[in-house]
């Protein structure tokens, strides 16, 4: 008998860690989440003050409140074309972040659950358009929407939104593993249809990941601006981040800075509370695959 068999504790690997080492992590943490951190305090500080002193005092602290008189403000600026972007924005991004949930779903599913010729080459394919940037295929499809006349047209802000590499990724890895190639075939013998298998099955059993894939579209979608600038010329069609960046072009001159400080507080309003309604499916879904 070995001194493995006889103390099996020797065969678990050491997890003990000194107090310095976990407080170098512990502050590495604490750091890191004041460098992110820092940009929103500033600006919930700065668009809490009275209109006129978002830029004087201490930026770090409040200086009186006028926060609602600021909103009210805001709200009377070019008869309040700021609510019609964030309107703009939440459209794209919900209906655009929705339809790429969807297609992700459906996509990683089948890359997951079916046999065909070429599936790991798809696959494969799908790994190298996650390493290309998305800035790179806005010119192609400006001169694309241009010449079938979708410019100053929703679709041109809808319809490449709904393509997520990452998402297809994610939605593969968490099917292969949540979903049971049992559970398919007791399906399948049945009489149930693959879609029906897919939509009473599988897409239950891959929620967390697609709530993971909705919220990352969704973010992503909400901070694009350099396709809507080019496709969407009409303020009333621009979302609120390219609506944002043409005040703060403006210099002061068009619309006073404080409005674009206050805005742009409001406009990250809807993403902290999307991520603090879903984030016990969203934690889930990052662990996807971290587990075999």
């Excluded at 047209?153 to 190639?181: C, M, T, W």
């Amino acid at each position: 008998m070995t001194a493995a068999t006889r103390n099996p504790t020797a065969l678990r690997p050491r997890r003990d860690t000194t107090a310095a080492s976990r407080g170098a992590v512990l502050a590495l943490l604490l750091l890191s989440t004041a460098y992110f951190l820092f940009p929103l305090w500033w600006l919930v500080v700065s668009a809490s003050k009275p209109y006129g002193r978002q830029f004087s005092g201490s930026g770090l602290w409040f200086d009186g409140f006028g926060l609602f008189d600021n909103i009210a403000r805001l709200t009377a600026q070019n008869d309040g074309i700021f609510w019609r972007w964030m309107l703009n924005s939440i459209l794209y991004c919900g209906v655009g972040a929705a339809a790429a949930t969807l297609v992700s779903a459906m996509t990683g599913y089948l890359l997951a659950k079916y046999e065909f010729r070429g599936r790991k080459a798809l696959f494969g394919l799908v790994l190298a358009a996650v390493l290309v940037p998305k800035i790179l295929f806005t010119l192609p499809l400006y001169l694309m929407f241009s010449g079938i006349g979708l410019i100053d047209n929703p679709l041109a802000v809808l319809l490449p939104s709904i393509v997520s590499p990452f998402g297809v990724y994610l939605a593969r890895i968490f099917a292969s593993q949540s979903v049971p190639d049992e559970v398919i075939e007791a399906g399948r013998l049945d009489g149930a249809s693959e879609f029906r298998i897919f939509r009473t099955v599988g897409l239950p059993m891959m929620v967390p990941a697609l709530v993971t894939i909705f919220l990352f579209q969704f973010v992503e979608i909400w901070n694009n601006y350099l396709l809507p600038a080019m496709v969407l010329s009409d303020d009333r069609l621009q979302p609120v981040t390219v609506g944002l960046v043409g005040w703060n072009a403006s210099h002061g001159v068009a619309v006073p800075a404080p409005l674009v400080v206050i805005g742009s507080l409001i406009s990250v309003v809807p993403l902290i509370i999307a991520f603090v309604a879903l984030q016990r499916f969203w934690r889930a879904g990052m662990t996807a695959g971290a587990v075999k």
